[in-house]
């Protein structure tokens, strides 16, 4: 079965500082997609990055950046210089079989608040 | 583009009573999928519609079901509502199965 663990539950940081938010997964698959989702306070989840279980390449998008390291099951995602905007609830989540569906399993979230 | 819209976006029933949410997808995306978030339980799969076809469900009870139109438009109906079934119900679709989720704003619903 799949799963996804969020350890960090709530982070507070002061603008400006770098945060990491740390996912880990447990899946039985070789084939596989991870995600991070961005949920604000309007209710939507915001779709950040889809990660193929192949490719171990780190991804950088603006402030943000993700390191994929399958050999630790780990997804972790690193905000550089907080923005109050960033204050959010996080979820990484896991596909297993993509392309026959389109489920995903959902790690709890880490709720982060950027305190200006 | 418009997003995924849900209708309601708010809703209270009472137990044993029946609710229908509704949910438009992207234009163009066949896939629907829908979630229910709880504080306890986090985001679940509730089940997933792609041609008017479910394709997968979640560990739920009968009491929760759904359909897809063939403009895939979805609905999903819950009865004999329970005060477990409080919860915000996000959609999401994609082009097809597979694909990236692109989510609403969920219904919120309060049974009492």
């Known amino acids: 079965a799949q799963k996804v663990t969020q350890a960090q539950t709530e982070i507070s940081v002061v603008e400006k500082e770098d945060v990491t938010l740390d996912c880990v997964y447990e899946t039985r698959d070789t084939t596989y997609y991870l995600f991070w989702y961005k949920q604000p306070p309007s209710g939507e989840l915001v779709f950040l990055i889809r990660?193929?279980?192949?490719?171990?390449q780190n991804e950088i998008s603006g402030r943000y950046s993700w390191n994929f390291q399958k050999s630790t099951s780990s997804f972790n995602f690193t905000i550089t210089a907080s923005q109050v905007v960033d204050s959010a609830v996080y979820f990484c989540?896991?596909?297993?079989?993509?392309?026959?569906?389109?489920?995903?399993?959902f790690g709890k979230g880490i709720t982060l608040s950027v305190r200006p | 583009k418009a997003g995924v819209t849900q209708t309601p976006r708010y809703l209270i029933k009472t137990r044993g009573q029946q609710v229908t949410l509704s949910c438009s997808p992207i234009s163009g995306h066949r896939s629907v999928s829908w979630y229910q978030q709880t504080p306890g339980q986090g985001l679940q799969f509730l089940f997933e519609?792609?041609?008017?076809?479910?394709?997968n469900k979640g560990n739920f009870p009968g009491r929760f079901s759904g359909r897809q139109f063939s403009n895939s438009r979805s609905e999903m109906n819950v009865s004999t509502l329970e005060l477990g079934d409080s919860a915000l119900y996000l959609c999401?679709?994609?082009?097809?199965?597979?694909?990236?989720?692109?989510f609403g704003s969920g219904t919120q619903l309060s049974v009492l």
């Open positions: 990660r193929n279980s192949f490719d171990e």
């Open positions: 989540a896991l596909s297993e079989a993509p392309g026959a569906n389109s489920k995903l399993t």
């Open positions: 999401a679709s994609s082009p097809y199965l597979g694909e990236k989720l692109f």
């Open positions: 519609y792609f041609s008017e076809t479910q394709r």
